[in-house]
């Protein structure tokens, strides 16, 4: 992972800009990717004729049915990682009797899972298992320096509120908790995949301890990731227009680029039949994130595939993860679909680049 730009990071982008262009170029190639490497096994499908959207669905959506284990009904709003060849996930598992919890996943593709029936066991710094937490949910996966970094909605213990739970694994086998990052309400704690000017970043969305109906985007810096301070406004809710003027909340770890930190969140609009949550794109500054560069007006994509209209709540897309071929640009980008079903969205880096600077109202 990279600090700054080193001679080694400035070695290993040329690296990629050759092998960019040996690649197949895309409509509106624009930028470089760092801090990713090439990924030609992932998911992948080409952009359907005659779609006029940035991104499209895969045909074969859903990837995770309904009750994907005995003891789950619905596994959405997950993540998932590169990991010794094949692909490792953190999901959240709504069990039967409604309550969230994290389980984790192995594929060799990263579309055919293999789940743990039982959630993930976390311990504390001395291997002693935590108590379990009422509720654990919608997890981001990201590796930093060569450690494995899980953060979710965590139940504050003791006291049935919801604020961001933070992990460290090395091998995916042993979860060490790390302290609170948050007092409630915060949900969406998403790190960025680097340290920023010698520390960690955490996107997060604090809020209320309901249904919340409000929601902005902010950042927090921490040096050792236990005192999380210097808390920054990136954006508020609405800028865009209606379809995110109830509550907005970062989506998957972000991608950095020559062009800006590549952010895809979650977008709410409130109507007279309930909630819909789209997802879009923001460019932010890769030096200052606090900063806006560009953020789009509309979203790219909204409810509108059954499994996104029709489930356990209905007209819900909610991003958590992406995979990302840095020859190509190519991006899968994995949603919680209707608080039922995993599905998977594909578009390219570099498109979504020009399509947010070209959809961006300064
Ligand atoms: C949000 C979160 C998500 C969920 C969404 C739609 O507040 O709880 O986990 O997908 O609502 O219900």
């Known amino acids: 992972m990279l600090n700054s730009e080193t001679n080694e990071e400035r070695a290993s982008a040329e690296k990629k800009i050759a092998a960019q262009k040996s690649a197949p170029k895309t409509e509106g190639s624009n930028g470089r990717i760092f801090g990713l490497s090439a990924l030609p096994n992932m998911p992948w499908e080409d952009k359907p004729a005659g779609c006029t959207r940035p991104i499209w669905r895969y045909s074969a959506n859903p990837v995770i049915d309904r009750n994907p284990l005995p003891n789950v009904a619905r596994a959405f709003n997950s ?45 504390d710094e001395d291997g002693r298992p935590m108590p379990k937490a009422e509720f654990t949910y919608d997890p981001r996966v990201l590796e930093i320096d060569g450690i494995y970094y899980i953060s979710w909605c965590n139940e504050f213990p003791g006291t049935m509120s919801p604020t961001i739970g933070l992990a460290m694994t090395e091998d995916f086998e042993t979860f060490v908790q790390l302290e609170n990052a948050f007092l409630p309400f915060n949900r969406n704690g998403v790190l960025f995949p680097r340290k920023i000017n010698g520390e960690f970043v955490m996107l997060n969305r604090p809020s209320d301890n309901g249904h919340t109906p409000f929601g902005d985007i902010y950042l927090s810096h921490s040096k050792d990731l236990i005192y999380w301070g210097k808390h920054r406004l990136v954006m508020k809710r609405g800028a865009g227009g209606w379809w995110e003027n109830t509550k907005i909340g970062p989506g998957p770890v972000p991608i950095e ?32 994130p606090a900063k806006v560069l560009y953020r789009a007006n509309q979203p790219m994509l909204s409810p509108e595939a059954p499994y996104e209209t029709t489930g356990f709540t209905p007209n819900v897309i909610f991003p958590c993860a992406t995979l990302c071929d840095a020859d190509t640009g190519r991006l899968a980008i994995y949603c919680g679909a209707a608080d039922t079903f995993t599905s998977l969205a594909f578009g390219n880096v570099y498109d979504l680049i020009a399509w947010t600077k070209a959809n961006s109202d300064g």
Not at 91 to 108: A, E, I, K, Q
Request: glycine share 10%; with cysteine.
């Open 79 to 123: 993540a998932v990682i590169p990991y010794g060849g094949g692909y490792v996930g953190v999901f959240r598992m709504d069990h039967h009797n409604c309550m969230p919890h994290l389980h984790f996943g192995t594929s060799p593709d990263a579309l055919n899972w293999t789940f743990n029936e039982e959630p993930i066991q976390f311990v």
């Open 257 to 288: 680029t020559s062009e800006g930190w590549l952010v895809i969140y979650h977008a709410v609009s409130n109507t007279c039949n309930g909630l819909i949550y789209s997802m879009s794109t923001v460019l932010l500054d890769r030096d200052d």
